[in-house]
């Protein structure tokens, strides 16, 4: 526990919640602590991670764990993987049982950006990671394709939802990330929309931002059960 105490002071690791679990010193705990698979230690590597990041070595324990998390931590500090890793260490392999995983993201560019990541990541391992775009909407077969994480901007997503082009009712875990720019970008009703959709009771919500204004957290309080918070550095800087 002091262990735990002092890692997080060395990296500005602030948090709030019941249990959390204990920060990653590195990334090799992945498999000693949570039996991470070698495709993933490989992947990142390859991409030259050596170490994960301060935002990685806490937001990573708490959805290996089960929990919910709201996440803030400065822009450039490794949020998608942070996000990512337990969610294709969650998703254990590829499936076709509907869609598992969504990713919001505030821009077509963003959604772009965290769909070319997850790839990265998910590299040697034949996970579905699917950008949600016109042309994926036009072809009309994204219920009938496996997908194992959706990818998409809150828009594009609602009016898809709204055409009955799909069906979250399995997911399994939804990540709003950017929340800032989700909420500043007046897109509450279409995350509202997401959140509705995505029925299944069990499902692990997160929410990952560079700043932490309070009307956020306070939305992020209403749809979140038992949430641990993760702030690295400080709260809106
Ligand atoms: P954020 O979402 O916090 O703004 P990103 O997830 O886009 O940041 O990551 C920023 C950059 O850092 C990306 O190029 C990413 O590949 C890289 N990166 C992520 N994790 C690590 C790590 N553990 N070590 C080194 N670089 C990393
Ligand atoms: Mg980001």
Redesign the pocket.
């Known amino acids: 526990i002091e262990k735990d105490a002092l890692l997080r002071k060395k990296h500005n690791i602030h948090i709030s919640g019941n249990n959390v679990p204990s920060p990653l010193e590195n ?1 090799s705990e992945l498999s000693s602590r949570y039996g991470c698979e070698s495709y993933l230690l490989h992947n ?1 590597a390859e ?7 301060p ?2 070595r806490q937001a990573i324990p708490v959805l290996l764990s089960g929990r919910e998390c709201f996440a803030c ?10 996000f990512v890793c337990p969610m294709l260490m969650k998703l254990k392999h590829a499936s076709k049982d509907g869609i598992r995983a969504v990713i919001l993201c505030p821009t077509r560019e963003l959604a772009a ?1 965290t769909a070319r ?1 997850s790839k990265k990541l998910a590299k040697g391992k034949k996970f579905y990671i699917k950008l949600l775009t016109k042309e994926l909407l036009r072809s009309g077969g994204i219920s009938k394709l496996p997908c194992d994480i959706l990818i998409s901007t809150p828009l594009r997503l609602r009016s898809a939802i709204r055409k009955k082009k799909l069906d979250l009712s399995r997911v399994e875990y939804l990540v709003l ?2 929340s800032d720019k989700l909420f500043e970008l007046g897109l509450v009703k279409q995350i509202d929309a997401v959140v509705k959709a995505c029925s299944n009771p069990s499902i692990i919500r997160s929410l ?1 931002s ?1 700043t932490l204004p309070d009307f956020v957290e306070e939305l992020a309080r209403t749809i979140m059960h038992d949430a641990v918070r993760v702030i690295i550095g400080r709260k809106n800087s």
Do not use: N, R, V
């Open positions: 990334f990142l991409l030259g991670f050596k170490e994960p990041t935002i990685q931590a400065p822009t450039g500090s490794g949020k998608t993987l942070a950006q990541e990330d950017e990952f560079a």
